[in-house]
Nanobody, 117 residues
Framework: QVQLVESGGGLVQAGESLRLSCAAS????????MGWYRQAPGKQRELVAD?????WTNYADSVRGRFTISRDKNTVYLQMNSLRPEDTAVYYC?????????????WGQGTQVAVSS
């Protein structure tokens, strides 16, 4: 079983930055994808960015150029710059086997990001 522990959310003003962290522990597959999803009130959960154990990255169009995902072994980071009010959401960390589809695998408990205008 895999456990995920997230940190780094908070309340910021538009244009500011935040960094989220997520540490995975337990029985982790060597070939995996770690990612960040977010869910705003009344909306579906959506992929923000993910990164494979090989270093391949993938970003949502809405965050490309503002957010950067990185990882150090089994810890994944999301550097969020130039934050906008529409980035306000609960951000969830996820880890899945590389052969599984997006949205599957193990989820973290979520961390709130709020951006004021």
């Amino acid at each position: 079983q895999v456990q995920l522990v997230e940190s780094g959310g908070g309340l910021v003003q538009a244009g500011e930055s935040l960094r989220l962290s997520c540490a995975a522990s337990g029985s982790i597959f060597s070939s995996n994808v770690m990612g960040w999803y977010r869910q705003a009130p009344g909306k579906q959960r959506e992929l923000v960015a993910d990164i494979s154990s090989f270093g391949w990255t993938n970003y949502a169009d809405s965050v490309r150029g503002r957010f950067t995902i990185s990882r150090d072994k089994n810890t994944v980071y999301l550097q969020m710059n130039s934050l906008r009010p529409e980035d306000t959401a609960v951000y969830y960390c996820n880890i899945r086997r590389i052969q599984d589809g997006a949205g599957r695998g193990t989820w973290g408990q979520g961390t709130q990001v709020a951006v004021s205008s």
